[in-house]
């Protein structure tokens, strides 16, 4: 899990055991992503079902929305905030 410390004897680095992991599963951003929006903008990828979270622009108080969402993620019951800048129609 993210932030879990892990540990081992060094013995174990020594005989040959090797620790590999990836961030973000492997993704290269810079070509990824933009084909992973292209995706979600078609309708092919629901990440609609994944936001938990939707927190409004008040009053021009970017700041505040955005540590509203950033509280919610860090609460543990937010699967994925978004931040609405501009009013939804």
Not at 9 to 15: E, G, M, Y
Not at 43 to 55: A, K, L, M, R
Request: charged content about 20%.
């Amino acid at each position: 899990a993210a932030g879990t410390e892990i540990a081992t004897r060094p013995f174990q680095l020594v005989t040959g055991r090797v620790w590999k992991g990836t961030a973000f599963g492997g993704w290269k951003s810079r070509s990824a992503v933009p084909k992973l929006v292209e995706r979600c903008m078609a309708g092919e990828i629901p990440v609609d079902h994944y936001i938990t979270h939707s927190i409004d622009v008040e009053g021009g108080d970017v700041a505040a929305a955005t540590n509203k969402a950033i509280d919610a993620l860090h609460g543990g019951d937010c699967l994925r905030a978004v931040v609405n800048y501009a009013p939804v129609k």
